[in-house]
């Protein structure tokens, strides 16, 4: 039997809206209803004006490779190696950055253009990152 | 706002470790027993008389538990220092604010690990189907495969080398120094294995850039140290090493969870170790030129390498031109990880590192600092991070 990949829990009181904008290929980031601040990682209160509203706002799936690596020693089962973690920010808003997972050792360039993709595994969606084809 | 720390106050007076292997053959607490044990015999203390014990929230050794099988009559203060890493440094500030405070007299700081043979931490944080949860954020992170610290910090390090041109030759110095430091210390795992800058480079990739000689060892054992005020250290067996200063620090943008959520740092380059730096040497009055030896946290190469930047020893992307060959080593700059450091001796999770520290203010290192006066140490800073200056009596 083939070990499953690590898939997220989708139900955590934070988090759970992305995901389940993930399943209808939305990509979003939680924003303070009160001082506009985008507040990524996501969480019930505003950490600059403690705010308690806050709202799930569309973003446009277009990034900038920030860092990466390949990883070639495997620890789990189910991520064979070699594979690439892509760390990518947003080109609309840097200070949100969101993690990816490419098969292979990808040749890759800090702050190339990268763009998001949907992943369906299962009853799960993945927002991914890969790099715009030129 | 001007700072209560009173320098000078408080000591560490006695230093012990159990050997540092890959198979101990016996549990944690048994380990700690005969850390702590050693550690009180080095201080010329009865073990009866310890009535206050400090851990670090990854210990699966429970302060209590340790006071039992010391036999200590009646343990009226402990406490739990974390996470993981960070702690060492700041387990010691602890046990100094609890005798400060009249809440114990005699503290025995401890850390005791089978970090190879029982829990691995490299074999990564993936337990289940399903990862995250409970304000831990780790489903942003282990469903793209950034699952282990050494990924972390192999992102890290990719950014490190972007924008400041850092090279695996600097990363490789910083292990290369640590080996050589290794091979003076019998204690150390890695006493008798030789490391070139070639066998460096030769040696595989992991999670690029960085290889397997970034990676700090896995190893069974443990050290304890024992705290007291620096009046009653002075009349016991060793000579004792006074807290200067210590500090801990989360800096701002500290970031929820552990770890993987640095990568949504402002800058991922630098971490809370910036904040830490400027507390640590106003509370001591110092600066880093004072600095004779240091013991700086090295779970991989490249963590040391930002901590060096960010506590001052040079400017930020400025490692690349401060560690040359022989500034680490005895002789050098600042001679780092004496005894081999987390790369090379072993890993007691930032917890030898303060044992050695000490060696150096008492003289007794296997690569002792000649005349060193002012030695630093410092507990895992990425998320939060703790650091003492030691001096002699
Ligand atoms: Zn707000």
Request: hydrophobic fraction near 40%.
């Given at each position: 039997m083939t070990e499953q990949r690590v898939l997220p829990l989708t139900t955590d009181h934070d988090t759970a809206p992305f995901w389940a904008a993930a399943a209808e290929e939305r990509l979003v980031v939680q924003h303070c209803d009160d001082c506009d601040l985008p507040i990524h990682l996501p969480r019930g209160v505003c950490p600059r004006c403690h705010g308690e509203r806050t709202s799930w706002r569309?973003?446009?799936?277009?990034?900038?490779?920030?860092?990466?690596?390949?990883?070639?020693?495997?620890?789990?089962?189910?991520?064979?190696?070699?594979?690439?973690?892509?760390?990518?920010?947003?080109?609309?808003?840097?200070?949100?950055?969101?993690?990816?997972?490419?098969?292979?050792?990808?040749?890759?360039?800090?702050?190339?253009?990268?763009?998001v993709r949907f992943e369906r595994v299962g009853d799960t969606t993945l927002p991914q990152w890969e790099p715009v084809s030129s | 706002?001007?700072?209560?720390?009173?320098?000078?106050?408080?000591?560490?007076?006695?230093?012990?470790?159990?050997?540092?292997?890959?198979?101990?053959?016996?549990?944690?607490?048994?380990?700690?027993?005969?850390?702590?044990?050693?550690?009180?015999?080095?201080?010329?203390?009865?073990?009866?008389?310890?009535?206050?014990?400090?851990?670090?929230?990854?210990?699966?050794?429970?302060?209590?538990?340790?006071?039992?099988?010391l036999g200590v009559e009646n343990l009226t203060y402990w406490g739990d220092v974390g996470p993981g890493g960070s702690a060492p440094a700041a387990m010691v500030a602890q046990a100094a604010a609890a005798v400060a405070a009249g809440l114990a007299s005699t503290v025995v700081v401890f850390r005791s690990i089978n970090?190879?043979?029982?829990?691995?931490?490299?074999a990564g944080y993936a337990q289940g189907a399903r990862a995250g949860g409970s304000s831990t954020?780790?489903?942003?992170?282990?469903?793209y495969g950034m699952q282990t610290p050494g990924q972390y910090f192999a992102m890290v390090a990719r950014r490190h080398m972007a924008d400041h041109g850092t090279?695996?030759?600097?990363?490789?110095?910083?292990?290369?120094?640590?080996?050589?430091?290794?091979?003076?210390?019998?204690?150390?795992?890695?006493?008798?294995?030789?490391?070139?800058?070639?066998?460096?480079?030769?040696?595989?990739?992991?999670?690029?850039?960085?290889?397997?000689?970034?990676?700090?060892?896995?190893?069974?054992?443990?050290?304890?140290?024992?705290?007291?005020?620096?009046?009653?250290?002075?009349?016991?067996?060793?000579?004792?090493?006074?807290?200067?200063?210590?500090?801990?620090?989360?800096g701002a943008d500290?970031?929820?969870?552990?770890?993987?959520?640095?990568?949504?740092?402002?800058?991922?380059?630098?971490?809370?170790?910036?904040?830490?730096?400027?507390?640590?040497?106003r509370r001591g009055g110092m600066t880093p030129q004072d600095v004779d030896v240091a013991q700086i946290y090295d779970c991989f190469t490249i963590t040391a390498l930002i901590q060096l930047e960010d506590l001052g020893f040079c400017g930020a992307g400025e490692a690349k031109d401060f560690i040359q060959d022989g500034t680490l080593?005895?002789?050098?700059?600042?001679?780092?990880?004496?005894?081999?450091?987390?790369?090379?001796?072993?890993?007691?999770?930032?917890?030898?590192?303060?044992?050695?520290?000490?060696?150096?203010?008492?003289?007794?290192?296997?690569?002792?600092?000649p005349g060193a006066e002012v030695s630093l140490v410092t507990s895992a800073p990425t998320t939060g991070g703790s650091a003492l200056l030691l001096v002699g009596a």
């Open positions: 569309e973003v446009r799936g277009a990034g900038r490779l920030h860092s990466w690596t390949v990883v070639e020693h495997q620890v789990h089962p189910g991520h064979p190696t070699p594979y690439t973690s892509v760390l990518v920010e947003l080109e609309d808003l840097p200070s949100v950055r969101f993690l990816g997972s490419l098969p292979g050792r990808l040749d890759l360039e800090i702050d190339q253009p990268m763009t | 706002m001007r700072d209560a720390w009173r320098p000078d106050t408080m000591a560490i007076a006695g230093i012990g470790s159990t050997d540092f292997s890959k198979a101990s053959g016996r549990s944690t607490l048994t380990l700690a027993a005969q850390a702590a044990l050693a550690a009180l015999a080095d201080a010329g203390l009865d073990p009866k008389d310890v009535d206050g014990i400090v851990r670090c929230d990854m210990d699966t050794v429970a302060p209590v538990a340790l006071g039992d099988a970090g190879r043979s029982g829990e691995r931490y490299g954020y780790e489903e942003m992170f282990l469903p090279t695996s030759e600097t990363l490789g110095r910083i292990a290369t120094a640590c080996r050589k430091h290794a091979n003076a210390n019998p204690a150390a795992q890695m006493h008798h294995r030789t490391m070139t800058l070639d066998d460096y480079h030769a040696s595989r990739a992991l999670a690029t850039p960085l290889r397997l000689f970034d990676f700090c060892l896995e190893t069974d054992g443990a050290c304890a140290v024992v705290v007291t005020s620096a009046e009653r250290a002075r009349d016991l067996r060793q000579p004792p090493a006074l807290i200067r200063s210590a500090a801990q620090s989360g500290a970031q929820p969870g552990q770890m993987f959520p640095a990568l949504m740092r402002d800058s991922i380059t630098t971490w809370s170790s910036r904040a830490l730096g400027e507390v640590l040497f080593e005895v002789g050098g700059a600042l001679p780092m990880n004496t005894s081999g450091g987390h790369l090379s001796e072993g890993y007691i999770h930032g917890m030898n590192h303060v044992v050695e520290a000490v060696r150096q203010i008492r003289g007794t290192s296997t690569n002792q600092v």
